[in-house]
C-alpha cells in the first residue's frame, strides 16, 4: 500500500511547527501505524545529510519524527496521535499502536497531528508533555495507605457489580486522548474515572470528599477546560471508559460540598 | 568470595530471624538519608513509596513520561499468592516448592521461601489501595490457575492484572510525591552508576528531552529497571525496555548472574513480517480453558499452510493435542519453557500452521461448555487485542500462537539482602536474579517485582544505611562525577563522529541501529534461543563479533546529543546488548546441562525432557567484567538445598 503522509514537525516547544509531507510506498496492511513510522524514519535516517548541521527555519527536516510509543499493545497510554482529525486514528477502542495500516485505503492521505492542549504542550514533533496528568493524581487520585498494617484482602467483601464496575473505571490508561477530542480541551473523563474507580470501593470511601476537591482544583488549575457534555471524549476512548464516570464526578463533587458544610 | 548472606536457622524461620535482628535507622536520622530508585515499575514504584513512606529521602527516575507506563503494565494473567482462599491446599510451603520446582532447582531456597511467605500480605495491600481484583458473587477474591500448579493461586483484574496492580503502587507513590518525600524525574535515562571509596553513591542520567548529562547523589541506589529481554529484537518487552543501567552497573563491578537463563513465552501472536517491531503475548490464563493443539497428520498441516484447509475443517480424532498427550498430569498447564519447547518440536517437525511457526489455540470447547458470555468476561480483552492485530476472530475460530522471549531469569547478582556485589548497589525485580532459578512460573513476576518492593528492601536497604548515618550526602562535584559524566559524553561522541566521518569518506554504506539490532536479534535467536548447543553457540558468538565490528564501522545514529533523539537512545542501549549478547552466549556454552529455559540439545531425555546435571552445575554462575572484548571471569554459587528434596521435574 502506499500513502502520503502530512506530518507536524516542530522542533522544540518554544519553535514554530508545520506540516512536512512525506510519500511512503510497499506497505503491508498487516503493519501497524507506529511500525509504518518506524519504516518511514528508516528512509529518513538513511537519507539524512551525513554532516548534522542545524536546519534553517524552511529547509526539511531530516531529522527522524519523533514520536511517543513504548508497549505497542494498548495498555501503557504512551502513544497517541491524531490521525485524519481522531485520536489514535479511526478505529473504536484502540490505542494508535493498535492502529493497523488495513484501516486506510490505499493511496490515502494521511493527516498526523499530536494531541492538542493547552495543558498538553508539545516538545518535539508529535511528542507531548502530560505530566498535568500526573499532577492530578498526586493531588489526591490514591487511597492513602501505607506499606504493611493493613487488613487481610477478603476482609470486606466488595459486591461484585461495584468492584466489576470499579474494574471498568479503572482501565484508563491515562494516554490523554479524552483531552485531545474535547473542542475545551477538558480531563474530566479522566478525573472522572479515577474518582469513579475509587469512589465505587469501600476502602476509598474515607477520602472521596477530600479527593474529588483536590482532583478538580488541580485539574482546574494546570488549564484544562470545562466539560460542555459533548461526550467527543467517550467516543474516542480507547479503553471505553462511560460518561457516566463524569456524572459520578460530578454528583461526588457537588455531595463532597455538602458533606463539608453540614459536618 | 561471594556471601549470599542467606540468614542461619531453620528456612521458614530465617526472615522472621533476619528481621529480628537487623539494624534500623531511627526517624530523625531517616530524614538525613537519600536513596535513588531507577525504574517505577512494580519494584521500583513499591519501594520508593514504601521507603518515602519510611521517612528517606527518595529521588525516583523513569524513561517514560510518567511513572504509570512502566512495563509491567503490560502483564495480563495475574499474580500469585499463597492465601488459600480457595481451600484447595495451596500453602507457603506448596507455593515455595512449585517455585523452586517450576525453576528446575536452581533457585536460591531462602529468596523463594521468603517470597511465598510475604506473598499474601502483598494481595492484603494492593486490596487496600483498591485494586479491583475479579470477585465472586459473594464479594469475596476469585482465582485462577497458571502453570505449574495444581492449585488455583492467582489473583488477577481481568486480563490487566498488571496495570491494576502498577497503578496501585503508583497511587502509593504519587502520595509519597505529593506528601515531598519522593522526587520524581521522568524521561530520565540511567547512563552510569557513579561508585566512591567502592559504594553505590550516585547516577549519571540523560535528561532525554533536552539532552542534558544530569548528575545526582546519594546514599543507596536501588536498580529496578527491569530485563534484558530486547536483546533479541523481537520479544513481548516495550519498545524502551533495555537491558543498559543494569549493564553500566557491571560495567562498574556488579556481577551478573546466569545470563543464559531466558524466557520463552509459549503464547504470543507468531511473527509475520520484517518490519515488525515486537511481539505480542496472549496471557498464559488462556491456557485455563484454551486448548493446544496441531493436526496430526503432516498433509492436514501443509493443506493449512497454503490456505487449502482451515481450522475448523480439521476433525477432532485428527488433532493432536500434543501438551494434553504429553502431560496428563498438568495438560495444557505446563510451565512455559515446557510449552514452548513442545510447539518448536512440532513446528520442527512439520506440524506447524500458519507460516509453519504457529500452533492453534483454541476456545471451542470452552464456547460450548460455559458460553460466549463467559469467555467473554474472562478474556474479552486479550481476545479484542488478539482480533485488532490478525483481523481474525478467535470465538470463531482457533487462535495461531508461537514462542517469543518475554522475561529474562538472569540479572544482577543479588545477596539475600537484594544487594548487589557493590555495596549500596540493590537490585529488585526482574533486574536482579534471585528467586525464579531457570524458568520463572506464570504470575509470578508481579508476585517477585511487589514482595522486593514492599516487603524486602524496606528492611535491608535499612540495615544497610544504618552504617551510613554519619555520612554526609555525597557531593555531586566530587571527581567520580566528572569522570563518569566524562566516559558518557565521549560514549555518546563516539556515535555522532561515525555518522560525520562517513559522511566524508563515503566508503561503506551506512545502516541504522534498528537494522543492527534486527540483525542481533535474529543471530540470537536462531542460536541462542530455544534450544542451544556447543556448535550453535559457537556460531553465535562469532557471528555477533562480526556484527559488533560492523556495528562500529557503519552505525549510523543522525542529529545531535544535545537534543530528544531516539535514535542515539536506542545506539547507547545496542552497544550495551553486543557485549551482553556475548556473556549470555558464554554462560550457555559453560552450562553443559539442560535446566529450565537453558535447554541443550545434547543434553536430554529420550522423550526430549531437559535433562539437568545437579552433579556439576548445581550453582549459580556469577560473572564478572574484565573490560570491553575481554572473557568475563566466572565465580560459582553453589546451590543448597536444605529444605527441599530435589527431584526430577516431571510434569506428566
Known amino acids: ?263 | 568470595m561471594l556471601d549470599p548472606k542467606i540468614p542461619s536457622g531453620p528456612l521458614a524461620e530465617k526472615w522472621t530471624q533476619y528481621k529480628a535482628s537487623q539494624k534500623l535507622v531511627n526517624p530523625a536520622n531517616k530524614r538525613k538519608l537519600n536513596i535513588i530508585v531507577v525504574g517505577t515499575g512494580l519494584a521500583g514504584a513499591s519501594a520508593a513509596a514504601s521507603l518515602g513512606a519510611l521517612g528517606f529521602n527518595v529521588d525516583i527516575f523513569c524513561i517514560q513520561d510518567s511513572p504509570r507506563r512502566a512495563h509491567s503494565i503490560a502483564a495480563q494473567g495475574g499474580i500469585n499468592a499463597a492465601k488459600n482462599y480457595q481451600n484447595d491446599g495451596d500453602s507457603v510451603e506448596r507455593l515455595f516448592r512449585d517455585t523452586v520446582k517450576g525453576g528446575d532447582y536452581r533457585a536460591r531456597e531462602a529468596n523463594v521461601y521468603r517470597l511465598a511467605e510475604v506473598s499474601g500480605a502483598i494481595i492484603d495491600q494492593c486490596v487496600a489501595q483498591g485494586v479491583p481484583f475479579a470477585r465472586d458473587y459473594g464479594g469475596l477474591l476469585d482465582n485462577r490457575s497458571f502453570g505449574g500448579a495444581q492449585v488455583s493461586r492467582t489473583f488477577y483484574a481481568k486480563g490487566q492484572t498488571g496495570q491494576q496492580l502498577l497503578l496501585g503502587a503508583y497511587g502509593a507513590l504519587s502520595r509519597e510525591i505529593a506528601r515531598g518525600r519522593v522526587t520524581l524525574h521522568t524521561r530520565r535515562e540511567m547512563m552510569d552508576l557513579v561508585v566512591m571509596d567502592g559504594r553505590a553513591r550516585g547516577i549519571i542520567v540523560r535528561n532525554l528531552v533536552t539532552g542534558d548529562l544530569e548528575r545526582y547523589a546519594a546514599h543507596a541506589v536501588v536498580l529496578a529497571t527491569g530485563g534484558y529481554g530486547n536483546l533479541y529484537y523481537l520479544s513481548t518487552n516495550a519498545m524502551n525496555s533495555n537491558g543498559s543501567a543494569a549493564w553500566v552497573c557491571h560495567r562498574k563491578g556488579a556481577a551478573f548472574a546466569n545470563p543464559c537463563y531466558v524466557q520463552i513465552h509459549p503464547t504470543c501472536i507468531p511473527v509475520h513480517g520484517d518490519y515488525q517491531s515486537k511481539l505480542t503475548l496472549m496471557s498464559e490464563s488462556l491456557r485455563n480453558d484454551g486448548r493446544i493443539w496441531v493436526p496430526k497428520k503432516k498433509e492436514d498441516a501443509e493443506a493449512i499452510r497454503v490456505g487449502k484447509l482451515k481450522a475448523n475443517d480439521i476433525a477432532e480424532d485428527d488433532r493432536d493435542y500434543y501438551l494434553e498427550r504429553r502431560y496428563p498430569a498438568f495438560g495444557n498447564l505446563v510451565p512455559r519453557d515446557v510449552a514452548s519447547r513442545a510447539a518448536k518440536e512440532r513446528c520442527d517437525a512439520g506440524y506447524g500452521v500458519g507460516t509453519g511457526y504457529a500452533v492453534y489455540l483454541d476456545f471451542a470447547d470452552a464456547i460450548r461448555r460455559m458460553g460466549k458470555e463467559a469467555i467473554e468476561e474472562k478474556y474479552g480483552n486479550l481476545f479484542q487485542m488478539y482480533q485488532k492485530i490478525t483481523d481474525e476472530n478467535p470465538y470463531e475460530t482457533p487462535m495461531m500462537i508461537y514462542p517469543a522471549i518475554h522475561y529474562t531469569m538472569g540479572g544482577l547478582w543479588v545477596d539475600y539482602e537484594l544487594q548487589t556485589t557493590i555495596p549500596g548497589l540493590f537490585a529488585a525485580g526482574e533486574a536482579n536474579f534471585s528467586d525464579h532459578g531457570a524458568n520463572r512460573l506464570g504470575a509470578s513476576a508481579l508476585m517477585q517485582g511487589l514482595a522486593d518492593g514492599y516487603f524486602v528492601l524496606p528492611y535491608t536497604l535499612q540495615n544497610y544505611l544504618a552504617d551510613q548515618i554519619s555520612v554526609a550526602k555525597p557531593s555531586v562535584t566530587a571527581p567520580e562525577f566528572d569522570e563518569a559524566e566524562a566516559a558518557v559524553r565521549q560514549r555518546m561522541d563516539r556515535f555522532m563522529e561515525i555518522g560525520k566521518a562517513l559522511g566524508k569518506g563515503q566508503t561503506t554504506s551506512l545502516h541504522t541501529v534498528d537494522d543492527f539490532h534486527k540483525r542481533l536479534g535474529k543471530i540470537m535467536w536462531e542460536y541462542c534461543g530455544m534450544a542451544r548447543n556447543s556448535e550453535s553457540l559457537t556460531t553465535a558468538k562469532r557471528l555477533v563479533k562480526e556484527l559488533e565490528d560492523d556495528f562500529w564501522k557503519s552505525v549510523f545514529v543522525p542529529g545531535n546529543a544535545n537534543e530528544m533523539n531516539p535514535e542515539l537512545e536506542k545506539a547507547c542501549r545496542l552497544e550495551d546488548y553486543f557485549e551482553l549478547a556475548q556473556l549470555v552466549i558464554d554462560d550457555a556454552q559453560h552450562r553443559e546441562e539442560s535446566c529450565g529455559g537453558h535447554f541443550r540439545t545434547e543434553h536430554q531425555t529420550a522423550d526430549g525432557e531437559t535433562l539437568r546435571d545437579d552433579e556439576h552445575f548445581m550453582y549459580v554462575a556469577v560473572w564478572e567484567y574484565q573490560g570491553h572484548g575481554q572473557p568475563e571471569t566466572m565465580e560459582k554459587e553453589p546451590l543448597v538445598y536444605e529444605h527441599i528434596k530435589i527431584a526430577n521435574r516431571n510434569y506428566k
Not at chain 1, 44 to 66: E, F, K, R, Y
Not at chain 1, 95 to 112: P, S, Y
Open chain 1, 1 to 263: 500500500m502506499n500513502f502520503t503522509l502530512h506530518i507536524w514537525r516542530q522542533e522544540c516547544a518554544q519553535a514554530k511547527g508545520h506540516f512536512e509531507t512525506y510519500k511512503i510506498e510497499n506497505i503491508s496492511p498487516d503493519c501497524s501505524f507506529l511500525e509504518m513510522l518506524d519504516i518511514l524514519n528508516e528512509q529518513l535516517i538513511s537519507g539524512a545529510p551525513h554532516d548534522t548541521q542545524p536546519s534553517t527555519p524552511n529547509a526539511p527536516i531530516a531529522h527522524p519524527v519523533c514520536f511517543d510509543n513504548d508497549c505497542r499493545e494498548g495498555i501503557c497510554g504512551m502513544c497517541g496521535l491524531y490521525i485524519n482529525g481522531r485520536p489514535h486514528g479511526n478505529d473504536d477502542g484502540i490505542t494508535t499502536c493498535q492502529l493497523h495500516m488495513r484501516k486506510f485505503k490505499d493511496g490515502d492521505d494521511i493527516w498526523i497531528e499530536p494531541w492538542r492542549a493547552k495543558a498538553f504542550p508539545v516538545i518535539r514533533d508529535l511528542v507531548v508533555d502530560r505530566s498535568a496528568f500526573d499532577k492530578i493524581i498526586q493531588a489526591g487520585g490514591y487511597i492513602s495507605t501505607t506499606t504493611g498494617g493493613v487488613p487481610d484482602a477478603n476482609t470486606i467483601p466488595i459486591p461484585k457489580h461495584d468492584a466489576d464496575m470499579a474494574m471498568d473505571a479503572a482501565s484508563c490508561i491515562g494516554c490523554g486522548a479524552c483531552v485531545a477530542a474535547c473542542k475545551n480541551a477538558s480531563a474530566m473523563l479522566f478525573v472522572g474515572a479515577k474518582v469513579t474507580h475509587l469512589a465505587l470501593l469501600p476502602q476509598g470511601q474515607v477520602e472521596a470528599a477530600d479527593r474529588v476537591h483536590k482532583m478538580v482544583a488541580k485539574m482546574d488549575e494546570l488549564g484544562f477546560g470545562s466539560c460542555t457534555n459533548t461526550y467527543a471524549c467517550e467516543a474516542e476512548c480507547p479503553k471505553g471508559i462511560k460518561r457516566q464516570s463524569i456524572a459520578r464526578l460530578n454528583r461526588q463533587w457537588i455531595g463532597s460540598l455538602l458533606g463539608r458544610d453540614g459536618r
